[in-house]
Nanobody
Framework: HVQLVESGGGSVQAGGSLRLSCAAS????????MGWFRQAPGKEREGVAG???????SYADSVKGRFTISQDIANNTVHLKMNRLKPEDTGMYYC?????????????????WGQGTQVTVS
């Protein structure tokens, strides 16, 4: 049974920082990719950042230079460090895992999803 549990969301003022974490269990992390997605009210879910088992990363243009995805393979955890947050970064952030073939930011590539953690930037 695969389980992804996000943590680290919260409310922050514009310009502030947050660090999200996603702990995976029942999952062979080293064989797969992990990603972060977000969904704002009334908007479609969008890919924010992804990382593969070799450490290659991909970022949405809107977060490049501000967000950093990293992984701790030994502990089956992936992190998203978010700096210089903007109000438009507000949304529910989801962790996802899967065997990505083409697009680390494509939600169709991922098989497993967490419940989400809310990020609010004011």
């Amino acid at each position: 049974h695969v389980q992804l549990v996000e943590s680290g969301g919260g409310s922050v003022q514009a310009g502030g920082s947050l660090r999200l974490s996603c702990a995976a269990s029942g999952y062979t992390y080293s064989m797969h990719c992990m990603g972060w997605f977000r969904q704002a009210p009334g908007k479609e879910r969008e890919g924010v950042a992804g990382i593969d088992s070799d450490g290659r990363t991909s970022y949405a243009d809107s977060v490049k230079g501000r967000f950093t995805i990293s992984q701790d393979i030994a502990n089956n955890t992936v992190h998203l460090k978010m700096n210089r947050l903007k109000p438009e970064d507000t949304g529910m952030y989801y962790c996802a895992a899967g065997f990505v073939r083409y697009d680390l930011l494509g939600d169709y590539e991922y098989n497993y999803w967490g419940q989400g953690t809310q990020v609010t930037v004011s």
